[in-house]
């Protein structure tokens, strides 16, 4: 049986329902190639969280860096703009508010059809297997269609590759590529810089993107209160996550509690950051494109397959007989069919506290 994602349609296994996704795009794809752009340009769908869309960034420039005579625009979330904006991965940006998909996200609103047909792109390159971004691609305009996809989805794509079972994430995206056209992956930069200069506080982000990837509020918060007493801390928070009662308890301890709104209001506090310390979450990836060193802590999700590559990043990680090796989630839901989630409660505070002091030492030495 093939493994479909968490929380994700069984579109894999449920071949009544394959059929009937196949069909559907085979026909749009056909409907409207008549009238397709007929050029060079590429659009690339990005249509993806934090984390993997600064896991694609290698790919993405090692795009443009092989196609100079094409204008590249990259589709994508307007929460996320921010990480395309300075021209080097792409010549163009369009943007889309996440609220203009129906159907719990799934379908694409015309007015996201009409940004994506706005630059008239001849080519269009899908770095999301989800369906907003299949349907995007199939009234985008383009002529020819390539990425990453899903058996249900191929009939939409002139060419593709299917998700990967092999480290690491980075390189999901330089297959979506390749199924276009072969780029030099061994030759393209994939570690992201340490800035120059860094701040003074330890960043801590308590929360993952589901409760089985969190190593628990109550030990990340007995890190934090040792932490304080050598470096100042930022324990750093979606707003409405934590009750007034927890914040008072943090904050009584001289450590500032911020609460954000957005993605991209982490930005200014990284400015101020010497390290930031977080479960298997989208901030790490934001750290490490910002600059940051970081340490991550994991437990059903396999850092062979999603830890940002370089040494100023340390992944925490306690192997288990049901840890993931060969697949990037465990075999029990990604830690949502798991009863006890050893793998996380095995890593102690001061396994973590340890370890935060040696990569900081290593890192930024005094």
């Known amino acids: 049986m093939a493994r479909s994602h968490p929380g994700s349609l069984d579109l894999d296994n449920n071949r009544y329902l394959q059929f009937t996704v196949s069909s559907i795009v085979f026909i749009?794809?056909?409907?409207?190639?008549?009238?397709?752009?007929?050029?060079?340009?590429?659009?690339?769908?990005?249509?993806?969280?934090?984390g993997d869309s600064i896991l694609s960034l290698p790919a993405l420039r090692q795009l443009k860096k092989e196609n100079p005579g094409s204008k590249i625009t990259i589709l994508t979330y307007s929460d996320l703009g921010f990480l395309f904006r300075d021209g080097i991965l792409v010549d163009r940006v369009a943007l889309v508010e996440g609220s203009l998909f129906r159907a719990g996200g799934k379908?694409?609103?015309?007015?996201?059809?009409?940004?994506?047909?706005?630059?008239?792109?001849?080519?269009?390159?899908?770095?999301?297997?989800?369906?907003?971004?299949?349907?995007?691609?199939?009234?985008?305009?383009?002529?020819?269609?390539?990425?990453?996809?899903?058996?249900?989805?191929?009939?939409?794509?002139?060419?593709?590759?299917?998700?990967?079972?092999?480290?690491?994430?980075?390189?999901?995206?330089?297959?979506?590529?390749?199924s276009y056209k072969t780029v030099d992956r061994e030759g393209a930069s994939r570690i992201l810089p340490v800035r120059q200069t860094l701040g003074d506080e330890i960043i801590i982000t308590p929360f993952?993107?589901?409760?089985?990837?969190?190593?628990?509020?109550?030990?990340?918060?007995?890190?934090a209160f040792r932490l304080t007493k050598k470096?100042?801390?930022?324990?750093?928070?979606?707003?409405?996550?934590?009750?007034?009662?927890?914040?008072?308890?943090?904050?009584?301890?001289?450590?500032?509690?911020?609460?954000?709104?957005?993605?991209?209001?982490?930005?200014?506090?990284?400015?101020?950051?010497?390290?930031?310390?977080?479960?298997?979450t989208g901030p790490v990836h934001l750290a490490a494109w910002y600059g940051i060193p970081t340490v991550a802590i994991f437990g059903p999700t396999n850092p062979d397959f999603c830890k940002q590559p370089g040494d100023h990043h340390l992944a925490i990680f306690k192997e288990l007989h049901c840890s993931p090796k060969r697949y990037n989630y465990c075999e029990l839901g990604a830690g949502r069919d798991c009863p006890v989630r050893e793998c996380l409660s095995r890593i102690t505070i001061d396994e973590v506290e340890a370890a935060v002091l040696e990569h900081l030492a290593r890192t930024h030495p005094e």
């Open 231 to 280: 470096h100042p801390v930022n324990f750093v928070v979606e707003k409405g996550k934590l009750s007034p009662e927890v914040i008072r308890s943090i904050t009584a301890e001289q450590i500032v509690v911020t609460e954000l709104s957005s993605i991209a209001e982490y930005l200014p506090h990284l400015e101020r950051a010497r390290l930031l310390v977080a479960n298997d």
């Open 107 to 178: 379908i694409p609103a015309i007015s996201v059809i009409r940004t994506a047909r706005e630059y008239r792109c001849g080519t269009v390159i899908n770095f999301s297997e989800n369906p907003q971004s299949v349907l995007t691609m199939v009234f985008s305009g383009g002529r020819r269609f390539y990425g990453i996809a899903r058996k249900a989805y191929a009939p939409a794509f002139d060419r593709y590759k299917t998700m990967r079972d092999l480290p690491h994430l980075q390189d999901i995206y330089f297959d979506a590529v390749d």
């Open 28 to 50: 749009l794809k056909w409907l409207f190639r008549p009238f397709a752009f007929r050029n060079n340009d590429i659009l690339v769908i990005s249509f993806n969280n934090i």
């Open 208 to 223: 993952a993107g589901w409760d089985e990837k969190m190593w628990g509020l109550a030990r990340i918060t007995e890190l």
